[in-house]
């Protein structure tokens, strides 16, 4: 008895002191995964001080601006156009469950109120108003969880120093002053704040590890810091390797889990057990540029959110307001399509599994209960022959049931459809499988 209760008291020693090896999410933690999981859609905001440049998030390190050439950028900044229930609205109106924004990007600025760094939106603006606040409390308001986006990797500091793989052209920081060790500190302190600060935050999402892949991130330190501060907000990193302990999604950027088109994705064999999340633009790029010429169509936005969920996976797709405040037309737009076609085929895409067949550009996957979704993506296509479908179909209908659908189960696992022609939709034909 006493050896079992020293063993009981060791173990707790172990998890206090954060030398646990094995990490043990919470149940408020393992609730948050529960909900995430069955959320599927999320807005991603991409919104700073380089709004300004109409040059995308990294213009900064992209045209070599100097730290005192980018620090005239918080003079110009003056969304006077931004209000924060307007933004809310839109997020709800597009079906989205939650909003993830950019508490602090690349570029180190600050968009809330820190107490320890100046260089933020209140105390460099002529703005002076709290982002995060305002956004988190309109969020809310609309029953959104909010979510912050994290850069772990810093193109101002100082302490952040040496440099890491980006950032070399950006002149005014001083190497001797590398100390990272304050660096820690100094994100600990910012973590703190934004997660003591505006009440309920459901996820931190880190992104920047890849800028010093060897670095001693002590993610120990921060990850367990922000459980302990809020339990059940969700822990992810954009690395691109396997799930580290600590962790509680995994994203993947702007490619489906497994899919490594962009050259820097994760590879197949580092996708995880964790709750999953895809990250995709409306535009070519994340923040805003005004040249962008690579506007994507509803059908484009629509394929992301259905072949994510066919893939078990939530889609977080972004936004990058103007530095008015605004949000372009056609990106609002795209949002309020997505809202519209959720509100008729929602059951298909929130709270449903996916992975069980691998999506591709004819067909997705998702299925609740004893229902099966089948999304037809490709309308030309009147026939379509799908391997590896093991489960046993009782019926296939239109998505309103009022028509049925001709199928047959050949040589064991492939399934056969045949759609007729006068049923048919451009941008996904849901159908309804009904199971034996
Ligand atoms: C990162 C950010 O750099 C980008 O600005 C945006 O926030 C996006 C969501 O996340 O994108 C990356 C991540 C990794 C690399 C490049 C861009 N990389 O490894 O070269």
């Not at 850069?151 to 101002?156: A, E, G, I, R, V």
Request: charge should be negative; proline fraction near 3%; include cysteine.
């Amino acid at each position: 008895m006493k050896k079992i209760l020293s063993l009981i008291a060791f173990v707790c020693l172990l998890q206090a002191s954060g030398l646990a090896q094995g990490y043990q999410p919470s149940a408020e933690n393992l609730e948050n995964r529960a909900w995430f999981e069955q959320a599927r859609f999320g807005v991603f905001i991409h919104w700073g001080v380089y709004s300004v440049m109409g040059d995308g998030e990294w213009v900064m390190n992209n045209q070599n601006m100097s730290l005192s050439e980018y620090g005239l950028l918080p003079k110009f900044f003056n969304p006077i156009d931004f209000n924060a229930k307007e933004w809310a609205r839109l997020f709800k109106a597009s079906g989205a469950k939650y909003v993830t924004f950019t508490s602090r990007h690349h570029d180190g600025f600050s968009m809330w109120d820190s107490k320890v760094s100046d260089y933020n939106i209140v105390k460099a603006t002529p703005f002076k108003r709290d982002i995060v606040k305002e956004l988190v409390e309109a969020c809310r308001a609309e029953g959104l969880k909010v979510m912050f986006y994290y850069s772990l990797l810093d193109w101002k500091r100082d302490d952040y120093l040496p440099f890491g793989r980006t950032g070399k052209g950006i002149a005014g920081r001083d190497e001797s002053k590398g100390d990272w060790n304050s660096y820690i500190q100094f994100m600990k302190a910012q973590l703190t704040e934004l997660l003591t600060n505006y009440g309920r935050i459901d996820g931190i999402w880190f992104d920047g590890h890849w800028d010093k892949k060897d670095e001693n991130w002590h993610y120990d330190e921060i990850y367990g810091l922000i459980h302990r501060l809020q339990p059940h907000c969700l822990v992810g990193n954009n690395h691109h390797i396997a799930p580290i302990p600590g962790e509680d999604f995994q994203m993947f950027e702007r490619d489906l889990p497994g899919q490594n088109t962009t050259g820097f994705g994760t590879s197949a064999e580092d996708v995880g057990q964790l709750p999953k999340e895809v990250c995709g633009t409306i535009a070519g790029s994340w923040g805003f540029d005004i040249k962008d010429r690579k506007q994507k169509s509803f059908k484009e936005v629509l394929l992301y959110l259905v072949k994510a969920a066919g893939h078990g996976s939530n889609l977080l797709l972004n936004v990058g307001p103007m530095p008015n405040g605004e949000i372009q037309d056609y990106q609002q737009e795209r949002l309020r399509q997505l809202g519209e076609w959720l509100k008729i085929y929602g059951e298909s895409i929130y709270g449903t599994e996916g992975g069980f067949v691998e999506p591709t550009d004819d067909y997705a996957f998702t299925k609740k209960g004893n229902t099966v979704y089948l999304h037809v993506l490709n309308g030309a296509k009147r026939r379509l022959e799908i391997p590896n479908i093991t489960f046993k179909i009782a019926n296939i209908t239109t998505f309103n049931g009022q028509s049925k659908i001709t199928y047959r189960q050949i040589e064991g696992d492939t399934l056969v459809v045949e759609i007729p022609e006068n049923i048919g939709d451009e941008n996904d034909l849901v159908l309804k499988l009904g199971l034996k």
